[in-house]
Structures are given as structure tokens and as C-alpha cells.
């Protein structure tokens, strides 16, 4: 990677726009960057980090503040880094997120943050020519190219001097956070921080199941009724069950004893209440039985009047079947009568019915049946008589409407048929051009892009030609710009002696020589070329080659453009491109048309089908409908005529045929009613005469003397029913109670015997409550037996879970003591040290070699990996080992100067390793920031001489130094000043 140019507008301490062009600057491979303190030196170098990463190291990136607060309103914050990196030149520029004036009104807006990346040559194999605009793309091609990230760089190409001086004097603790910050190994302390987080996890779920534990062995205890041991094991769970077996065995024999007691209570109470109940009955026997013998007259009314009432029950049967027959006889004669007046009403008169006999009756009703049988049939006809003149009616006007529809459908078909076809005609020619529009507007486009090109081939031929001139011309100037330096630079250094000597004032040393005594001072020749006669040739070489690549890469991208649309047109002229792209425009204004009715056309043609679909199938329908309508009036006007004859002659007299049938019907009803009536008197006058004699019959048979007699001894069902329970309960009682005094049992047991059962239901009561007490202590015995097995088992299963886990925390808890530098761990280092320590071990031995050759083989770095003193973490410690003396000692002991060697060589052994590691570009440029006062005159050019071997690899080396004989020694300078308005740049100052 090598720096060809840096702009930087608004940036820092800069108010205005800057220039540094490290071409110039870096023409002789070593530059000096100095000036006043906070002048803004740094900033640059912030720049440069600024420009291909996006920030700046070190706590400055933290700030996030880069605008300059003295640049104007309207100027735009903003850093271009032009760079060659990997044989590949391109220009980064960058803008930071800041906020600005409102263009408009009061108050301030966010100026978002930009980036670029512009190739000025042929980009990498496989990538675009064309400039990367998005700000993570910019950064991704940056670390792609260069190998490293942000950190990396700031660590190899801006040496950070000041914190490696720090750390070689620091403690161990310090020192491990410069590293961390050097090498970033942050993920490493994550581990440490996932050990003591797991760590503290495991031991709490430790916690909790020891917890747990000794939840169980509580609740256990308390079960078991026992204080808890201090550490529970299976031995006190099992002595704790065998004890519950044992309270079990002996609630068990207590309960068996109390219920054999309370079973031998039960048995005298239940002999004894036997006895009692046997006094009872034999007491309760003898009592009803001479209560009995006090009702025994009345119990004989009782059965005198039971029998009376039983002989009359005949009787009563056979008087209510006299006067029912009483009752219908009179119901007929009431039916006759009303019988004989409704054949009156109907026209019959009273001679043609009153000595007519049944048998006459009926024959004369069945005559008149039969007639209005024989009009039953026209009745029906009468009925479809009227319907059918409905019908034809209906038949006449649906005919006339059908008619009328007929003629206006075949007015609306005529001509349809054609209209429809053409309309198809003109959709398929819609279609059609519809599908070619798409075809013919991508072809426009086409023509359009080939006719720009073509007419654009002359004005990019003639740029082609101008980039070339350009481009020549500018590499002659710069190659004259070039030729005219180094005649410059030549002539001076020959005159460097006079140039010294002009300076020297008598007394004041000789920069060369030392001495202040100056007896031949040299004499300026007349070619002599002063500071700033190459100062300006200097800038005029810079500019040359600013312009010379500029004109390189106009001349590439003309060329570019130029090839690019010669191979679009081909071999075709503007005048042929034109005239193809006139006829295309108007083929596709036709088809344009046409495609813009392809809608309205297929609603069209779709509308006239449907609607001639439509009126065909009305048409169809009503013309069949018609046919059938004329066909079906005149089958019914020939049947009508024919029916009409027929009913005239069923009707006679009457309105119509129903009429006279109905009437022919009411008549023989009504003869078969009086009929009906007359066979019912005389049924009931006979069976009136027949139900009397019986009834005289029944009561003297029945043992009474007159038919009253018989109906005065009638008892209702109720009150046969009482005396037969009252004769029935009295035998019954009497026959239990002999039955009672005649059980074997109760022989011998006399009415007058006393029995005790109280005394022995209370010696049963207290045998009960001693049986539940026993049975209540077996149960208790069972439950805490059962409780101590289920508890038992949780404390078991407790603990068997527990010792996994204490294995396991065990063996995380010494791993994360290893891990953190504690425990097993002799060396007391933990795993980020150890990390380090490994790492700086690397960097020590590259910096091992820097430090050799400027102390001229004195000093050498020591890594040691030992423990600190007083059990402290080990592992980081760094000594110098003294060649003079043969000692290590630590690097405290060093001098100022020493110590910026020590320093200078840790930052560039630390460069060597990173760079080596990431695999990145070729470092040509790097930055070395302060430290050179500390050092004497024959350190200073043992350390120029190592920076003259970096220069002569190759590089470009940048120092920045307050110290004013760097300025004497280094000719190639870069001058910061900073004033009220912002700070500018000099160069050679």
C-alpha cells in the first residue's frame, strides 16, 4: 500500500481545504510532519484512517466529533485519499455524519454520512469499473484489498509509539490492558466471563438442589417425628422406615384386642334386646286379644249389613237397566218426530211417510240413491266444463301476446348475424396487433439506444484522440517536471556546503563538523541552487504527475465508451439507423391503435352472441309455445260443445246438475233417518217391557219382599269396602296375636319379666370408642409408614441427583479457576493472558532484531512467563537482557532514549508480525509519531539508520517529531501551523 495524495476539507482542526501529496513528500522515502502542539499533526494521520475505514484510532474515535468547528456554514466536511494498493490506484472519498444550518429557516439538519470508490485504473480481475457509492461496500473492498481491518491497521501503518513506551513500564495488570487493546483479544475474556457465568449457574443450581435435599430430609424428620441428622444418608432413611413397620406391627395387635372386645359387647346387647322384644310381643298379644273381646256384638251388625248389602246387588244392577231403557225410549220417540219433520220440509207430505212401513222407507231412500248416482258423473263433467272455458279463454290471449313477441324478436334477428361476424373480423385484428406492440417498443428502445451511439461515434473518436494528446503531453511535461528536479536536487546538494556554511554565525557550531571556529567557510558557485528553487520544482513535478494520471484515466474512459458503442452499432450508419427507427414508430402508432379497441371489441362481440343467442332461443320458445296453444283450444272447443248438450238435459228444473243431484240425495237421507227412528221405538218399547219383569224377578229371588226392600239394603262400594276391612282387620289381629302366644319361643316368657339392656348398650359404647381409637392409631401408623417411604424415596432420589452435580460443578469450578489464573493454575495466568503472553512472546522476538541493531547489539528482549511476586498473575512480564553486563534487568531500568528505542522496535516488531499474520498488501507507507527527543546524537543516527533500512526496502517513512535536528537531518518536510481561522500545511517549512 502506498499514500499518493490526501485531501482533507473541513476536517479537524483544518478550516479550509488541504493538500498533502505524499508523492512529493515521499520522494527520497523519509518526510518530517511537525509543527505546534495541537496543531493538527495527528489529524492527518486520522485522516488517512478516516478516508479507508471510516474511523480514527484510539479514543478520538470515540468522540465522533470531525467536522471542524471553524469552517464555514456551506463547506462540505469531507477527506480524498488517492492510494495505490496491490498494483491498483483508486481514490476513496469519505464524508462524516455531522450536523449543519438549515438551508431554509432556523435550527440545524444531519449532513448523512458518504463514501466513494473510484478506480483510477482497471479494477481487480472479476470486479466493476464502475465507482462503489455504498459506505459497508467501500469498507469491504478497503479491508479486502489491503488484508486487515481497521485495528490491525492503525496498529502496523500508525505505529502507536506512546502506548508501547507505557507498557514497558508497566505492571502486569496495565500492561495485560495495552495488550488487550494492541490485539484485541476480547473474545478470550468472554470465555473467561462464560467460565465464572457458567460457573455461578452450576453453583446455584447446586444451591438449589442441596436445598431441595434438605427440604426433603425436613419434611422427612418431621414424618418420622425425629430431629434431622446433619448429613441424611440412606442408612437413616432405612432405620426411619424399619421404625415405621414396627409402630405399624404394634397398632395393629391394639386394634384386633379392642375390636374383639367391642364385637363380645355387641353379642350381650343383642341377647339381651332379643329377650326385651320377646316380653314386648307376649305383652302386646295378650292386650289385643281382650281388646277384641270387647267389640265382638258389633263386629256381627258389621256382617249382617255386608250380606244384606251383597243379595242386593243384582237388584240394583236390574233397576239401573230400567230406567236407561226408560230413557231411550223416550230419546227414540224424540228422533221420530224430528225425522217426520224434515221429510215434511223436503216436500213429502205427511200421508206419504206415516203409514209407509220401514221396509217401504228404505226401499223408496235407495231409489232416490240410485238416481243421484246416475248424475254423479256429469257433476264432474259440469266441473270441467268451466274449466275448459277458463282455459280457452287463457289459450286466446297467451296466443295473441305470442303473436305479437314473435314478429318483434324476428325484427331485432334481421341483419344480427352479420353484425356479429364482422365484429369478430375486427377483434382478431385487434389481438393481433396487440401482440405485436410489446415486440415493436422493445425494438424502438433498441433503434433509439444503436441511433444515440451512432451519432455519438465522431465526438467520442475526437475525445479518444484529445485523452491521447492530453495524455501525451502531460507524461512529456511531467518527464521534463521530473528531469528538472533531479538537475535541481543534483546542483544543490553540490552546493549543500556553501548553502551550511551561509548560515553559520562565528561561535556557533558546525552542523557537520562540531567545530565553532569556521577559517575556510565554503563559497557558493555560480549554478548554486537554493531551497526554494527545489521546493518549487518539487511542486512542479507533483503537479506534472497529478495531471499525467489524471489524463491516464480520461483517456481510459474514453477509450472505454468509445469501444463500448462502436460494438453496439455494429457496422450500421446513423442515416440507416434513422430511417429503420422512423418505420418502426410508425408501425407501432398503427398497431397502437388498433390494440387500444382490442377491449372494446371483445365486449362487443361477446354482447352480440350472447344477444343473438338470446333472441334465437326466445324466438323458439314462443313459436313451440304458440303451436301448442292453437293445437290444445281446438281439442277443448270440440269437447265443450259436446258436454254443453248432455248437462242441459241431466239439470231439468234446477240450476245445474249438482243442484238436482244434491237435492235427490238430502231425500234419501233423510227417508232413511225416519226409517232409522221408527226401528228404534220399537226396540225400546220391548226392551222397556223386558227390563221390569226382571227386576220383580231378581228381588224375590233375592230374598226381599218387594222390589224397595231390595233397593233400601243397596251400600255403596265404599262402604262395603269399610266393612269388609273392619271384619277383616278384627279377624286378622285376633289370629297374629294367637299365632304371637303360640310361637315355641315364647313359651314359658311371661308378660311381666323386667330386662336390662341399657347397662348393656353403654358397655357396648365404650368398647366402640376404644375399637376407634385403635383403629385411628393403625392408621396414623400406616400414614406416617407410608409417608416415610414416599419421603424416603424423594430424599434417595435427592440425593443420588445431587452427586452428579456436585462431580460436575467440582471439575468446572477447578477448570474455571485454571481458566481465570487461580486454583491448579501455577503459573497464575489466566487463558486471556496466556493469549497475550503468546502474542507477545511473537512480537518480542520480531522486535528482538529492530532492538539489536539501534543499540548496536546491547540490548535484547526477554519474555518471561512466570508468576507475579506475592501470588499476582504472571505470564506478561518483558525485560531487557544487557550484553554489557550480562544481566536481565527490567525495562524501568532504561533510559529515556533507551526506552524510545525499546519502544520504536516493540511497534515495529509489532508491524512485523501483524502484517505477516493477516496476509495483507505490501506496506510502503508507514508513520512513526514523537519520541526522538529523548535520544542522544549517536542513538539518533543508529535509529535514522534503521529508518533508512525501511526506507531502502521500499518504504515510505513518515515521522512526526517536535525534535529540531530531525529538521536539519530530514530535507523532505511538512510544516502543520495553526492559527485562529484554522490550521494550514507547508511544505519544506
Same mark, same amino acid.
Given at each position: 500500500?502506498?499514500?499518493?495524495?490526501?485531501?482533507?476539507?473541513?476536517?479537524?482542526?483544518?478550516?479550509?481545504?488541504?493538500?498533502?501529496?505524499?508523492?512529493?513528500?515521499?520522494?527520497?522515502?523519509?518526510?518530517?510532519?511537525?509543527?505546534?502542539?495541537?496543531?493538527?499533526?495527528?489529524?492527518?494521520?486520522?485522516?488517512?484512517?478516516?478516508?479507508?475505514?471510516?474511523?480514527?484510532?484510539?479514543?478520538?474515535?470515540?468522540?465522533?466529533?470531525?467536522?471542524?468547528?471553524?469552517?464555514?456554514?456551506?463547506?462540505?466536511?469531507?477527506?480524498?485519499?488517492?492510494?495505490?494498493?496491490?498494483?491498483?490506484?483508486?481514490?476513496?472519498?469519505?464524508?462524516?455524519?455531522?450536523?449543519?444550518?438549515?438551508?431554509?429557516?432556523?435550527?440545524?439538519?444531519?449532513?448523512?454520512?458518504?463514501?466513494?470508490?473510484?478506480?483510477?485504473?482497471?479494477?481487480?480481475?472479476?470486479?466493476?469499473?464502475?465507482?462503489?457509492?455504498?459506505?459497508?461496500?467501500?469498507?469491504?473492498?478497503?479491508?479486502?484489498?489491503?488484508?486487515?481491518? @481497521?485495528?490491525?491497521?492503525?496498529?502496523?501503518?500508525?505505529?502507536?509509539? =506512546?502506548?508501547?513506551?507505557?507498557?514497558?513500564?508497566?505492571?502486569?495488570?496495565?500492561?495485560?490492558?495495552?495488550?488487550?487493546?494492541?490485539?484485541?483479544?476480547?473474545?478470550?475474556?468472554? %470465555?473467561?466471563?462464560?467460565?465464572?457465568?457458567?460457573?455461578?449457574?452450576?453453583?446455584?443450581?447446586?444451591?438449589?438442589?442441596?436445598?431441595?435435599?434438605?427440604?426433603?430430609?425436613?419434611?422427612?424428620?418431621?414424618?418420622?417425628?425425629?430431629?434431622?441428622?446433619?448429613?441424611?444418608?440412606?442408612?437413616?432413611?432405612?432405620?426411619?422406615?424399619?421404625?415405621?413397620?414396627?409402630?405399624? %406391627?404394634?397398632?395393629?395387635?391394639?386394634?384386633?384386642?379392642?375390636?374383639?372386645?367391642?364385637?363380645?359387647?355387641?353379642?350381650?346387647?343383642?341377647?339381651?334386646?332379643?329377650?326385651?322384644?320377646?316380653?314386648?310381643?307376649?305383652?302386646?298379644?295378650?292386650?289385643?286379644?281382650?281388646?277384641?273381646?270387647?267389640?265382638?256384638?258389633?263386629?256381627?251388625?258389621?256382617?249382617?249389613?255386608?250380606?244384606?248389602? $251383597?243379595?242386593?246387588?243384582?237388584?240394583?244392577?236390574?233397576?239401573?237397566?230400567?230406567?236407561?231403557?226408560?230413557?231411550?225410549?223416550?230419546?227414540?220417540?224424540?228422533?221420530?218426530?224430528?225425522?217426520?219433520?224434515?221429510?215434511?220440509?223436503?216436500?213429502?207430505?205427511?200421508?206419504?211417510?206415516?203409514?209407509?212401513?220401514?221396509?217401504?222407507?228404505?226401499?223408496?231412500?235407495?231409489?232416490?240413491?240410485?238416481?243421484?248416482?246416475?248424475?254423479?258423473?256429469?257433476?264432474?263433467?259440469?266441473?270441467?266444463?268451466?274449466?275448459?272455458?277458463?282455459?280457452?279463454? %287463457?289459450?286466446?290471449?297467451?296466443?295473441?301476446?305470442?303473436?305479437?313477441?314473435?314478429?318483434?324478436?324476428?325484427?331485432?334477428?334481421?341483419?344480427?348475424?352479420?353484425?356479429?361476424?364482422?365484429?369478430?373480423?375486427?377483434?382478431?385484428? @385487434?389481438?393481433?396487433?396487440?401482440?405485436?406492440?410489446?415486440?415493436?417498443?422493445?425494438?424502438?428502445?433498441?433503434?433509439?439506444?444503436?441511433?444515440?451511439?451512432?451519432?455519438?461515434?465522431?465526438?467520442?473518436?475526437?475525445?479518444?484522440?484529445?485523452?491521447?494528446?492530453?495524455?501525451?503531453?502531460?507524461?512529456?511535461?511531467?518527464?521534463?517536471?521530473?528531469?528538472?528536479?533531479?538537475?535541481?536536487? =543534483?546542483?544543490?546538494?553540490?552546493?549543500?556546503?556553501?548553502?551550511? #556554511?551561509?548560515?553559520?554565525?562565528?561561535?556557533?557550531?558546525?552542523?557537520?563538523?562540531?567545530?565553532?571556529?569556521?577559517?575556510?567557510?565554503?563559497?557558493?558557485?555560480?549554478?548554486?541552487?537554493?531551497?526554494?528553487?527545489?521546493?518549487?520544482?518539487?511542486?512542479?513535478?507533483?503537479?506534472?504527475?497529478?495531471?499525467?494520471?489524471?489524463?491516464?484515466?480520461?483517456?481510459?474512459?474514453?477509450?472505454?465508451?468509445?469501444?463500448?458503442?462502436?460494438?453496439?452499432?455494429?457496422?450500421?450508419?446513423?442515416?440507416?439507423?434513422?430511417?429503420?427507427?422512423?418505420?418502426?414508430?410508425?408501425?407501432?402508432?398503427?398497431?397502437?391503435?388498433?390494440?387500444?379497441?382490442?377491449?372494446?371489441?371483445?365486449?362487443?362481440?361477446?354482447?352480440?352472441?350472447?344477444?343473438?343467442?338470446?333472441?334465437?332461443?326466445? $324466438?323458439?320458445?314462443?313459436?313451440?309455445?304458440?303451436?301448442?296453444?292453437?293445437?290444445?283450444?281446438?281439442?277443448?272447443?270440440?269437447?265443450?260443445?259436446?258436454?254443453?248438450?248432455?248437462?242441459?238435459?241431466?239439470?231439468?228444473?234446477?240450476?245445474?246438475?249438482?243442484?238436482?243431484?244434491?237435492?235427490?240425495?238430502?231425500?234419501?237421507?233423510?227417508?232413511?233417518?225416519?226409517?232409522?227412528?221408527?226401528?228404534?221405538?220399537?226396540? %225400546?218399547?220391548?226392551?222397556?217391557?223386558?227390563?221390569?219383569?226382571?227386576?220383580?224377578?231378581?228381588?224375590?229371588?233375592?230374598?226381599?219382599?218387594?222390589?224397595?226392600?231390595?233397593?233400601?239394603?243397596?251400600?255403596?262400594?265404599?262402604?262395603?269396602?269399610?266393612?269388609?276391612?273392619?271384619?277383616?282387620?278384627?279377624?286378622?289381629?285376633?289370629?297374629?296375636?294367637?299365632?304371637?302366644?303360640?310361637?315355641?319361643?315364647?313359651?314359658?316368657?311371661?308378660?311381666?319379666?323386667?330386662?336390662?339392656?341399657?347397662?348393656?348398650?353403654?358397655?357396648?359404647?365404650?368398647?366402640?370408642?376404644?375399637?376407634?381409637?385403635?383403629?385411628? #392409631?393403625?392408621?396414623?401408623?400406616?400414614?406416617?409408614?407410608?409417608?416415610?417411604?414416599?419421603?424416603?424415596?424423594?430424599?434417595?432420589?435427592?440425593?443420588?441427583?445431587?452427586?452428579?452435580?456436585?462431580?460436575?460443578? #467440582?471439575?468446572?469450578?477447578?477448570?474455571?479457576?485454571?481458566?481465570?489464573?487461580?486454583?491448579?493454575?501455577?503459573?497464575?495466568?489466566?487463558?486471556?493472558?496466556?493469549?497475550?503472553? @503468546?502474542?507477545?512472546?511473537?512480537?518480542?522476538?520480531?522486535?528482538?532484531?529492530?532492538?539489536?541493531?539501534?543499540?548496536?547489539?546491547?540490548?535484547?528482549?526477554?519474555?518471561?512467563? #512466570?508468576?507475579?511476586?506475592?501470588?499476582?498473575?504472571?505470564?506478561?512480564?518483558?525485560?531487557?537482557?544487557?550484553?554489557?553486563?550480562?544481566?536481565?534487568?527490567?525495562?524501568?531500568?532504561?533510559?529515556? =532514549?533507551?526506552?524510545?528505542?525499546?519502544?520504536?522496535?516493540?511497534?515495529?516488531?509489532?508491524?512485523?508480525?501483524?502484517?505477516?499474520?493477516? =496476509?495483507?498488501?505490501?506496506?510502503?507507507?508507514?508513520?512513526?509519531?514523537?519520541?526522538?527527543?529523548?535520544?542522544?546524537?549517536?542513538?539518533?543516527?543508529?535509529?535514522?539508520?534503521?529508518?533508512?533500512?525501511?526506507?531502502?526496502?521500499?518504504?515510505?517513512?513518515?515521522?512526526?517529531?517536535?525534535?529540531?535536528?530531525?529538521?536539519?537531518?530530514?530535507?523532505?518536510?511538512?510544516?502543520?501551523?495553526?492559527?485562529?481561522?484554522?490550521?494550514?500545511?507547508?511544505?519544506?517549512?
Amino acid at each position: 500500500m502506498r499514500l499518493h495524495r490526501l485531501e482533507v476539507c473541513a476536517f479537524g482542526p483544518y478550516a479550509g481545504r488541504e493538500v498533502v501529496d505524499f508523492d512529493v513528500l515521499g520522494a527520497d522515502g523519509l518526510f518530517l510532519l511537525h509543527g505546534d502542539t495541537g496543531a493538527g499533526k495527528t489529524t492527518l494521520l486520522d485522516a488517512v484512517a478516516f478516508a479507508l475505514f471510516g474511523s480514527v484510532p484510539g479514543a478520538r474515535g470515540q468522540v465522533k466529533r470531525l467536522r471542524c468547528d471553524l469552517a464555514e456554514a456551506d463547506v462540505h466536511t469531507e477527506v480524498v485519499l488517492e492510494l495505490t494498493i496491490q498494483s491498483h490506484r483508486l481514490r476513496v472519498v469519505r464524508s462524516p455524519e455531522y450536523e449543519r444550518p438549515k438551508r431554509r429557516g432556523e435550527g440545524v439538519t444531519t449532513q448523512q454520512a458518504k463514501a466513494s470508490l473510484t478506480w483510477l485504473t482497471p479494477p481487480p480481475e472479476g470486479g466493476t469499473a464502475e465507482a462503489v457509492t455504498r459506505i459497508d461496500e467501500v469498507g469491504r473492498v478497503v479491508e479486502r484489498l489491503l488484508g486487515m481491518n @481497521a485495528q490491525q491497521f492503525f496498529q502496523v501503518v500508525l505505529l502507536p509509539q =506512546g502506548e508501547f513506551a507505557r507498557f514497558l513500564r508497566a505492571d502486569t495488570t496495565e500492561r495485560e490492558k495495552l495488550l488487550e487493546r494492541l490485539f484485541g483479544t476480547e473474545r478470550f475474556a468472554v %470465555a473467561e466471563q462464560w467460565f465464572r457465568e457458567e460457573r455461578l449457574a452450576r453453583k446455584t443450581e447446586l444451591d438449589r438442589q442441596r436445598a431441595d435435599a434438605r427440604d426433603w430430609q425436613t419434611r422427612l424428620a418431621q414424618a418420622a417425628a425425629v430431629e434431622p441428622p446433619e448429613e441424611p444418608d440412606r442408612e437413616w432413611v432405612s432405620r426411619l422406615r424399619q421404625s415405621a413397620d414396627a409402630g405399624i %406391627a404394634a397398632a395393629r395387635d391394639d386394634e384386633r384386642s379392642a375390636r374383639a372386645a367391642w364385637e363380645d359387647a355387641q353379642a350381650v346387647v343383642r341377647e339381651r334386646e332379643v329377650a326385651a322384644e320377646r316380653v314386648r310381643r307376649v305383652r302386646s298379644a295378650r292386650a289385643r286379644l281382650a281388646e277384641l273381646e270387647r267389640t265382638a256384638a258389633e263386629r256381627s251388625r258389621w256382617a249382617d249389613e255386608l250380606e244384606a248389602a $251383597r243379595r242386593a246387588v243384582a237388584v240394583s244392577e236390574l233397576a239401573a237397566g230400567a230406567r236407561a231403557s226408560e230413557g231411550g225410549l223416550a230419546q227414540a220417540v224424540a228422533e221420530e218426530s224430528e225425522a217426520e219433520g224434515v221429510c215434511a220440509t223436503l216436500g213429502l207430505r205427511e200421508l206419504d211417510v206415516l203409514d209407509v212401513e220401514v221396509s217401504g222407507l228404505r226401499d223408496r231412500a235407495g231409489a232416490l240413491r240410485e238416481e243421484a248416482g246416475g248424475l254423479a258423473g256429469l257433476v264432474e263433467q259440469a266441473r270441467r266444463q268451466d274449466a275448459d272455458l277458463t282455459r280457452i279463454a %287463457a289459450l286466446d290471449e297467451s296466443a295473441t301476446y305470442d303473436r305479437e313477441r314473435v314478429a318483434v324478436l324476428r325484427s331485432k334477428l334481421d341483419g344480427l348475424p352479420e353484425r356479429v361476424a364482422e365484429l369478430t373480423r375486427e377483434r382478431e385484428r @385487434a389481438v393481433e396487433a396487440e401482440a405485436k406492440l410489446d415486440g415493436i417498443a422493445a425494438r424502438e428502445a433498441e433503434l433509439v439506444e444503436l441511433l444515440a451511439d451512432a451519432e455519438a461515434l465522431p465526438e467520442l473518436g475526437r475525445s479518444v484522440d484529445a485523452a491521447v494528446a492530453a495524455e501525451n503531453a502531460a507524461e512529456a511535461d511531467r518527464l521534463a517536471a521530473k528531469e528538472t528536479l533531479l538537475d535541481l536536487r =543534483g546542483r544543490r546538494l553540490a552546493g549543500m556546503a556553501a548553502e551550511l #556554511a551561509a548560515r553559520l554565525d562565528e561561535g556557533d557550531p558546525c552542523p557537520v563538523c562540531g567545530s565553532a571556529s569556521h577559517p575556510a567557510p565554503a563559497i557558493a558557485t555560480a549554478d548554486a541552487v537554493g531551497e526554494e528553487a527545489e521546493r518549487a520544482a518539487a511542486e512542479r513535478e507533483t503537479e506534472a504527475e497529478r495531471v499525467c494520471e489524471r489524463a491516464r484515466a480520461a483517456c481510459f474512459e474514453a477509450r472505454q465508451k468509445r469501444d463500448a458503442a462502436a460494438r453496439r452499432v455494429g457496422d450500421r450508419s446513423a442515416a440507416e439507423l434513422a430511417g429503420e427507427l422512423s418505420g418502426v414508430r410508425d408501425e407501432r402508432a398503427t398497431l397502437a391503435e388498433h390494440a387500444g379497441r382490442s377491449a372494446a371489441l371483445a365486449a362487443s362481440v361477446r354482447a352480440a352472441t350472447e344477444e343473438e343467442k338470446s333472441l334465437r332461443a326466445d $324466438r323458439d320458445s314462443l313459436e313451440r309455445s304458440l303451436g301448442e296453444s292453437q293445437t290444445e283450444r281446438a281439442l277443448l272447443a270440440e269437447r265443450v260443445d259436446d258436454r254443453a248438450r248432455q248437462l242441459d238435459e241431466a239439470r231439468g228444473e234446477f240450476p245445474d246438475v249438482a243442484a238436482r243431484r244434491d237435492h235427490l240425495l238430502t231425500l234419501g237421507r233423510a227417508l232413511d233417518r225416519l226409517a232409522e227412528a221408527r226401528t228404534a221405538v220399537s226396540t %225400546a218399547r220391548r226392551e222397556r217391557d223386558e227390563r221390569h219383569h226382571s227386576l220383580a224377578d231378581a228381588a224375590r229371588r233375592a230374598g226381599f219382599s218387594t222390589t224397595d226392600d231390595a233397593l233400601g239394603a243397596v251400600r255403596s262400594a265404599e262402604r262395603v269396602d269399610e266393612l269388609k276391612h273392619l271384619i277383616s282387620e278384627a279377624d286378622t289381629e285376633a289370629a297374629a296375636a294367637r299365632g304371637v302366644l303360640a310361637e315355641p319361643e315364647l313359651s314359658g316368657v311371661c308378660p311381666d319379666d323386667e330386662v336390662d339392656v341399657s347397662a348393656a348398650e353403654q358397655e357396648a359404647h365404650r368398647a366402640r370408642e376404644a375399637t376407634d381409637a385403635a383403629v385411628a #392409631a393403625l392408621h396414623a401408623a400406616e400414614r406416617t409408614a407410608r409417608e416415610v417411604t414416599e419421603l424416603g424415596q424423594s430424599l434417595e432420589a435427592a440425593l443420588d441427583a445431587l452427586v452428579p452435580v456436585e462431580r460436575e460443578y #467440582a471439575e468446572l469450578d477447578a477448570l474455571t479457576d485454571v481458566v481465570n489464573g487461580r486454583g491448579q493454575n501455577a503459573r497464575r495466568m489466566s487463558l486471556r493472558s496466556y493469549v497475550l503472553a @503468546a502474542r507477545l512472546e511473537e512480537v518480542a522476538l520480531a522486535a528482538t532484531a529492530r532492538l539489536r541493531s539501534m543499540s548496536q547489539g546491547r540490548y535484547s528482549f526477554v519474555h518471561s512467563d #512466570a508468576a507475579g511476586s506475592r501470588g499476582t498473575r504472571g505470564g506478561l512480564g518483558l525485560d531487557v537482557l544487557d550484553d554489557y553486563s550480562g544481566m536481565v534487568r527490567p525495562a524501568k531500568t532504561l533510559s529515556g =532514549g533507551e526506552s524510545f528505542l525499546a519502544s520504536l522496535a516493540l511497534a515495529l516488531g509489532l508491524a512485523d508480525v501483524v502484517a505477516a499474520e493477516t =496476509g495483507g498488501a505490501l506496506l510502503d507507507t508507514l508513520f512513526v509519531d514523537e519520541g526522538f527527543g529523548t535520544l542522544d546524537g549517536e542513538t539518533l543516527d543508529v535509529v535514522m539508520g534503521v529508518l533508512d533500512e525501511l526506507r531502502a526496502g521500499g518504504r515510505v517513512v513518515g515521522l512526526v517529531s517536535h525534535v529540531e535536528e530531525l529538521r536539519q537531518r530530514i530535507p523532505t518536510r511538512l510544516r502543520v501551523r495553526k492559527s485562529r481561522t484554522g490550521s494550514t500545511l507547508l511544505v519544506g517549512g
